[in-house]
């Protein structure tokens, strides 16, 4: 039995805490992206999208998780609960929400989240979230999670992928289906409007952009805002906050997805879009990266100091993360010289992810940016040390050292002074690429727990990293 306190939490993809325990305390659980098994009294329970589990205080649970689940976490003291509520909820554990009903919840979840430094204030918000989830309980439904209509899935890439479609007309004729037929089916199916659809496109599509412009304003517009006040409005109902008062001015940028229900319309599940091999998820060999990689480098990144004022930034001059994606056929040109298969892999890869806004998203929590080539290609470098020696996702703290070795190295040899910005941002796009499908793959592998997965995956990494950057992860002296 261990000890858990009242909380609301957000447990994201890739986290490796085994859960197989019992606590005196009542926990639901609501599922936003992933899918997973539940293992408690005597049963096994499949959960997904929309799932919300109810986990009985002193009994025990174990969970398997995908290496992308992603779920809220509510505790709340037995105590605070009538034995009339834990007898309804109890007696049923796994339901299934309705889209409207799960965007609620995840909506009430976030916004108490936020309240946890005020403490009557954030207790009197799990009571109400735990009364609300156990209304829902009651009309929910047993089964495993649709996956929702082509047409819903369709808008969702199309809002995603062109910021120029605003109306609902222009999106449901990109579909071939009229507009009063998708603005009946995205409530039915989402539990939101086009409207807020589009303008939770928005958010994310600025949260993307902020990083690197670090101008509210700016990033608003860019991102497809008609102007603050529409943005201000906008994010403060979503969000629950102002603005500046989520970001904490211009320092920190909080990793936050903001459509955690809806965009489970664009992952797909194993069984449809199959599983990338491990191979083709390390082993991408992009010329553009490695060709900036001469003889000399190695011994030049061993020596530098990993000090932040041994070297200045190296300028990406990304203004608009979203476009380097003109760099996408490029890159599959560069494996296709190489490797056709791989380079199949990776066409369909870029069809089926947003690859800069995966990399802006699960990326972000180290907080490095866009701004600095140095901090791209040694978070990618990183990434690939950790695979080669199969240990865990690094902290900021580990990664930055590394990425001043890098910048000094660079520096040091001169070796972007000549080159052009579309070479620049190439490079950047190229690197991160390859950390996106680096994490991808430290993030399966954890969830796999083989050992066996873990050595094919730290052998491939390792004669990567020999191939290109010229160091071996093994014997280097670059200490992590």
Known sequence: MIAVHPEIRRTGAGVTIAVDHAHLECEFNLVLFGSGVYHFDDKAFDIGPGSLIWLAPGKRHRLERSADLDMWVATISDGALDNSFLSDVLSRPHRTLSAEDAVALDRLLRHVSQDAAEPRLYNAGIYYAFRTAWRMTMMGVEGRFKRPHSAVIKIVEILSADPSVTTLGVAAERCGLSADYVGHLLPQQLGVSFKELLNRTRLNRFFSIYPTSRNILTAALDAGFGSYTQFYRVFCDIVGQPPRAWLGGDSHVPPLDL??????????????????????????????????????????????????????????GICNLSDLRRFEEDLVDEVSASNSENALMLADFFRRQNVLATYA????????????????????????????????????????????????????????????????????????????????????????????????????????????????????????
């Not at 194993?270 to 060709?291: A, C, K, N």
């Open 361 to 480: 998203q699960s990326h972000g929590q180290w907080q490095l940016g866009t701004s600095d080539l140095a901090m791209i290609v040694g978070l990618d470098f990183v990434l690939g040390l950790m695979l080669a020696r199969s240990r865990p996702l690094p902290s900021r703290e580990q990664i930055l050292p590394i990425c001043y070795r890098f910048r000094e190295a660079f520096c040091n040899l001169n070796t972007f002074a000549n080159a052009t910005s579309d070479e620049v941002q190439r490079t950047s796009m190229a690197a991160i690429v390859s950390s996106v499908l680096k994490l991808h793959a430290l993030r399966a592998a954890m969830a796999r727990e083989s050992r066996s997965t873990f050595e094919q995956i730290a052998a491939c990494s390792r004669s990567v990293m020999l191939a290109t950057v010229g160091i071996d992860p093994l014997s280097t002296a670059i200490e992590i």
């Open 259 to 316: 459509m955690p229900f809806s965009t489970i319309v664009t992952r797909k599940t194993d069984s449809e879009d199959g599983v990338y091999p491990f191979s083709f998820m390390v082993s991408q060999d992009f010329t553009s990266l490695r060709r900036w990689f001469g003889s000399t480098f190695p011994t030049c990144l061993e020596r530098a100091l990993g000090e932040e004022s041994a070297a200045p930034p190296i300028a990406t």
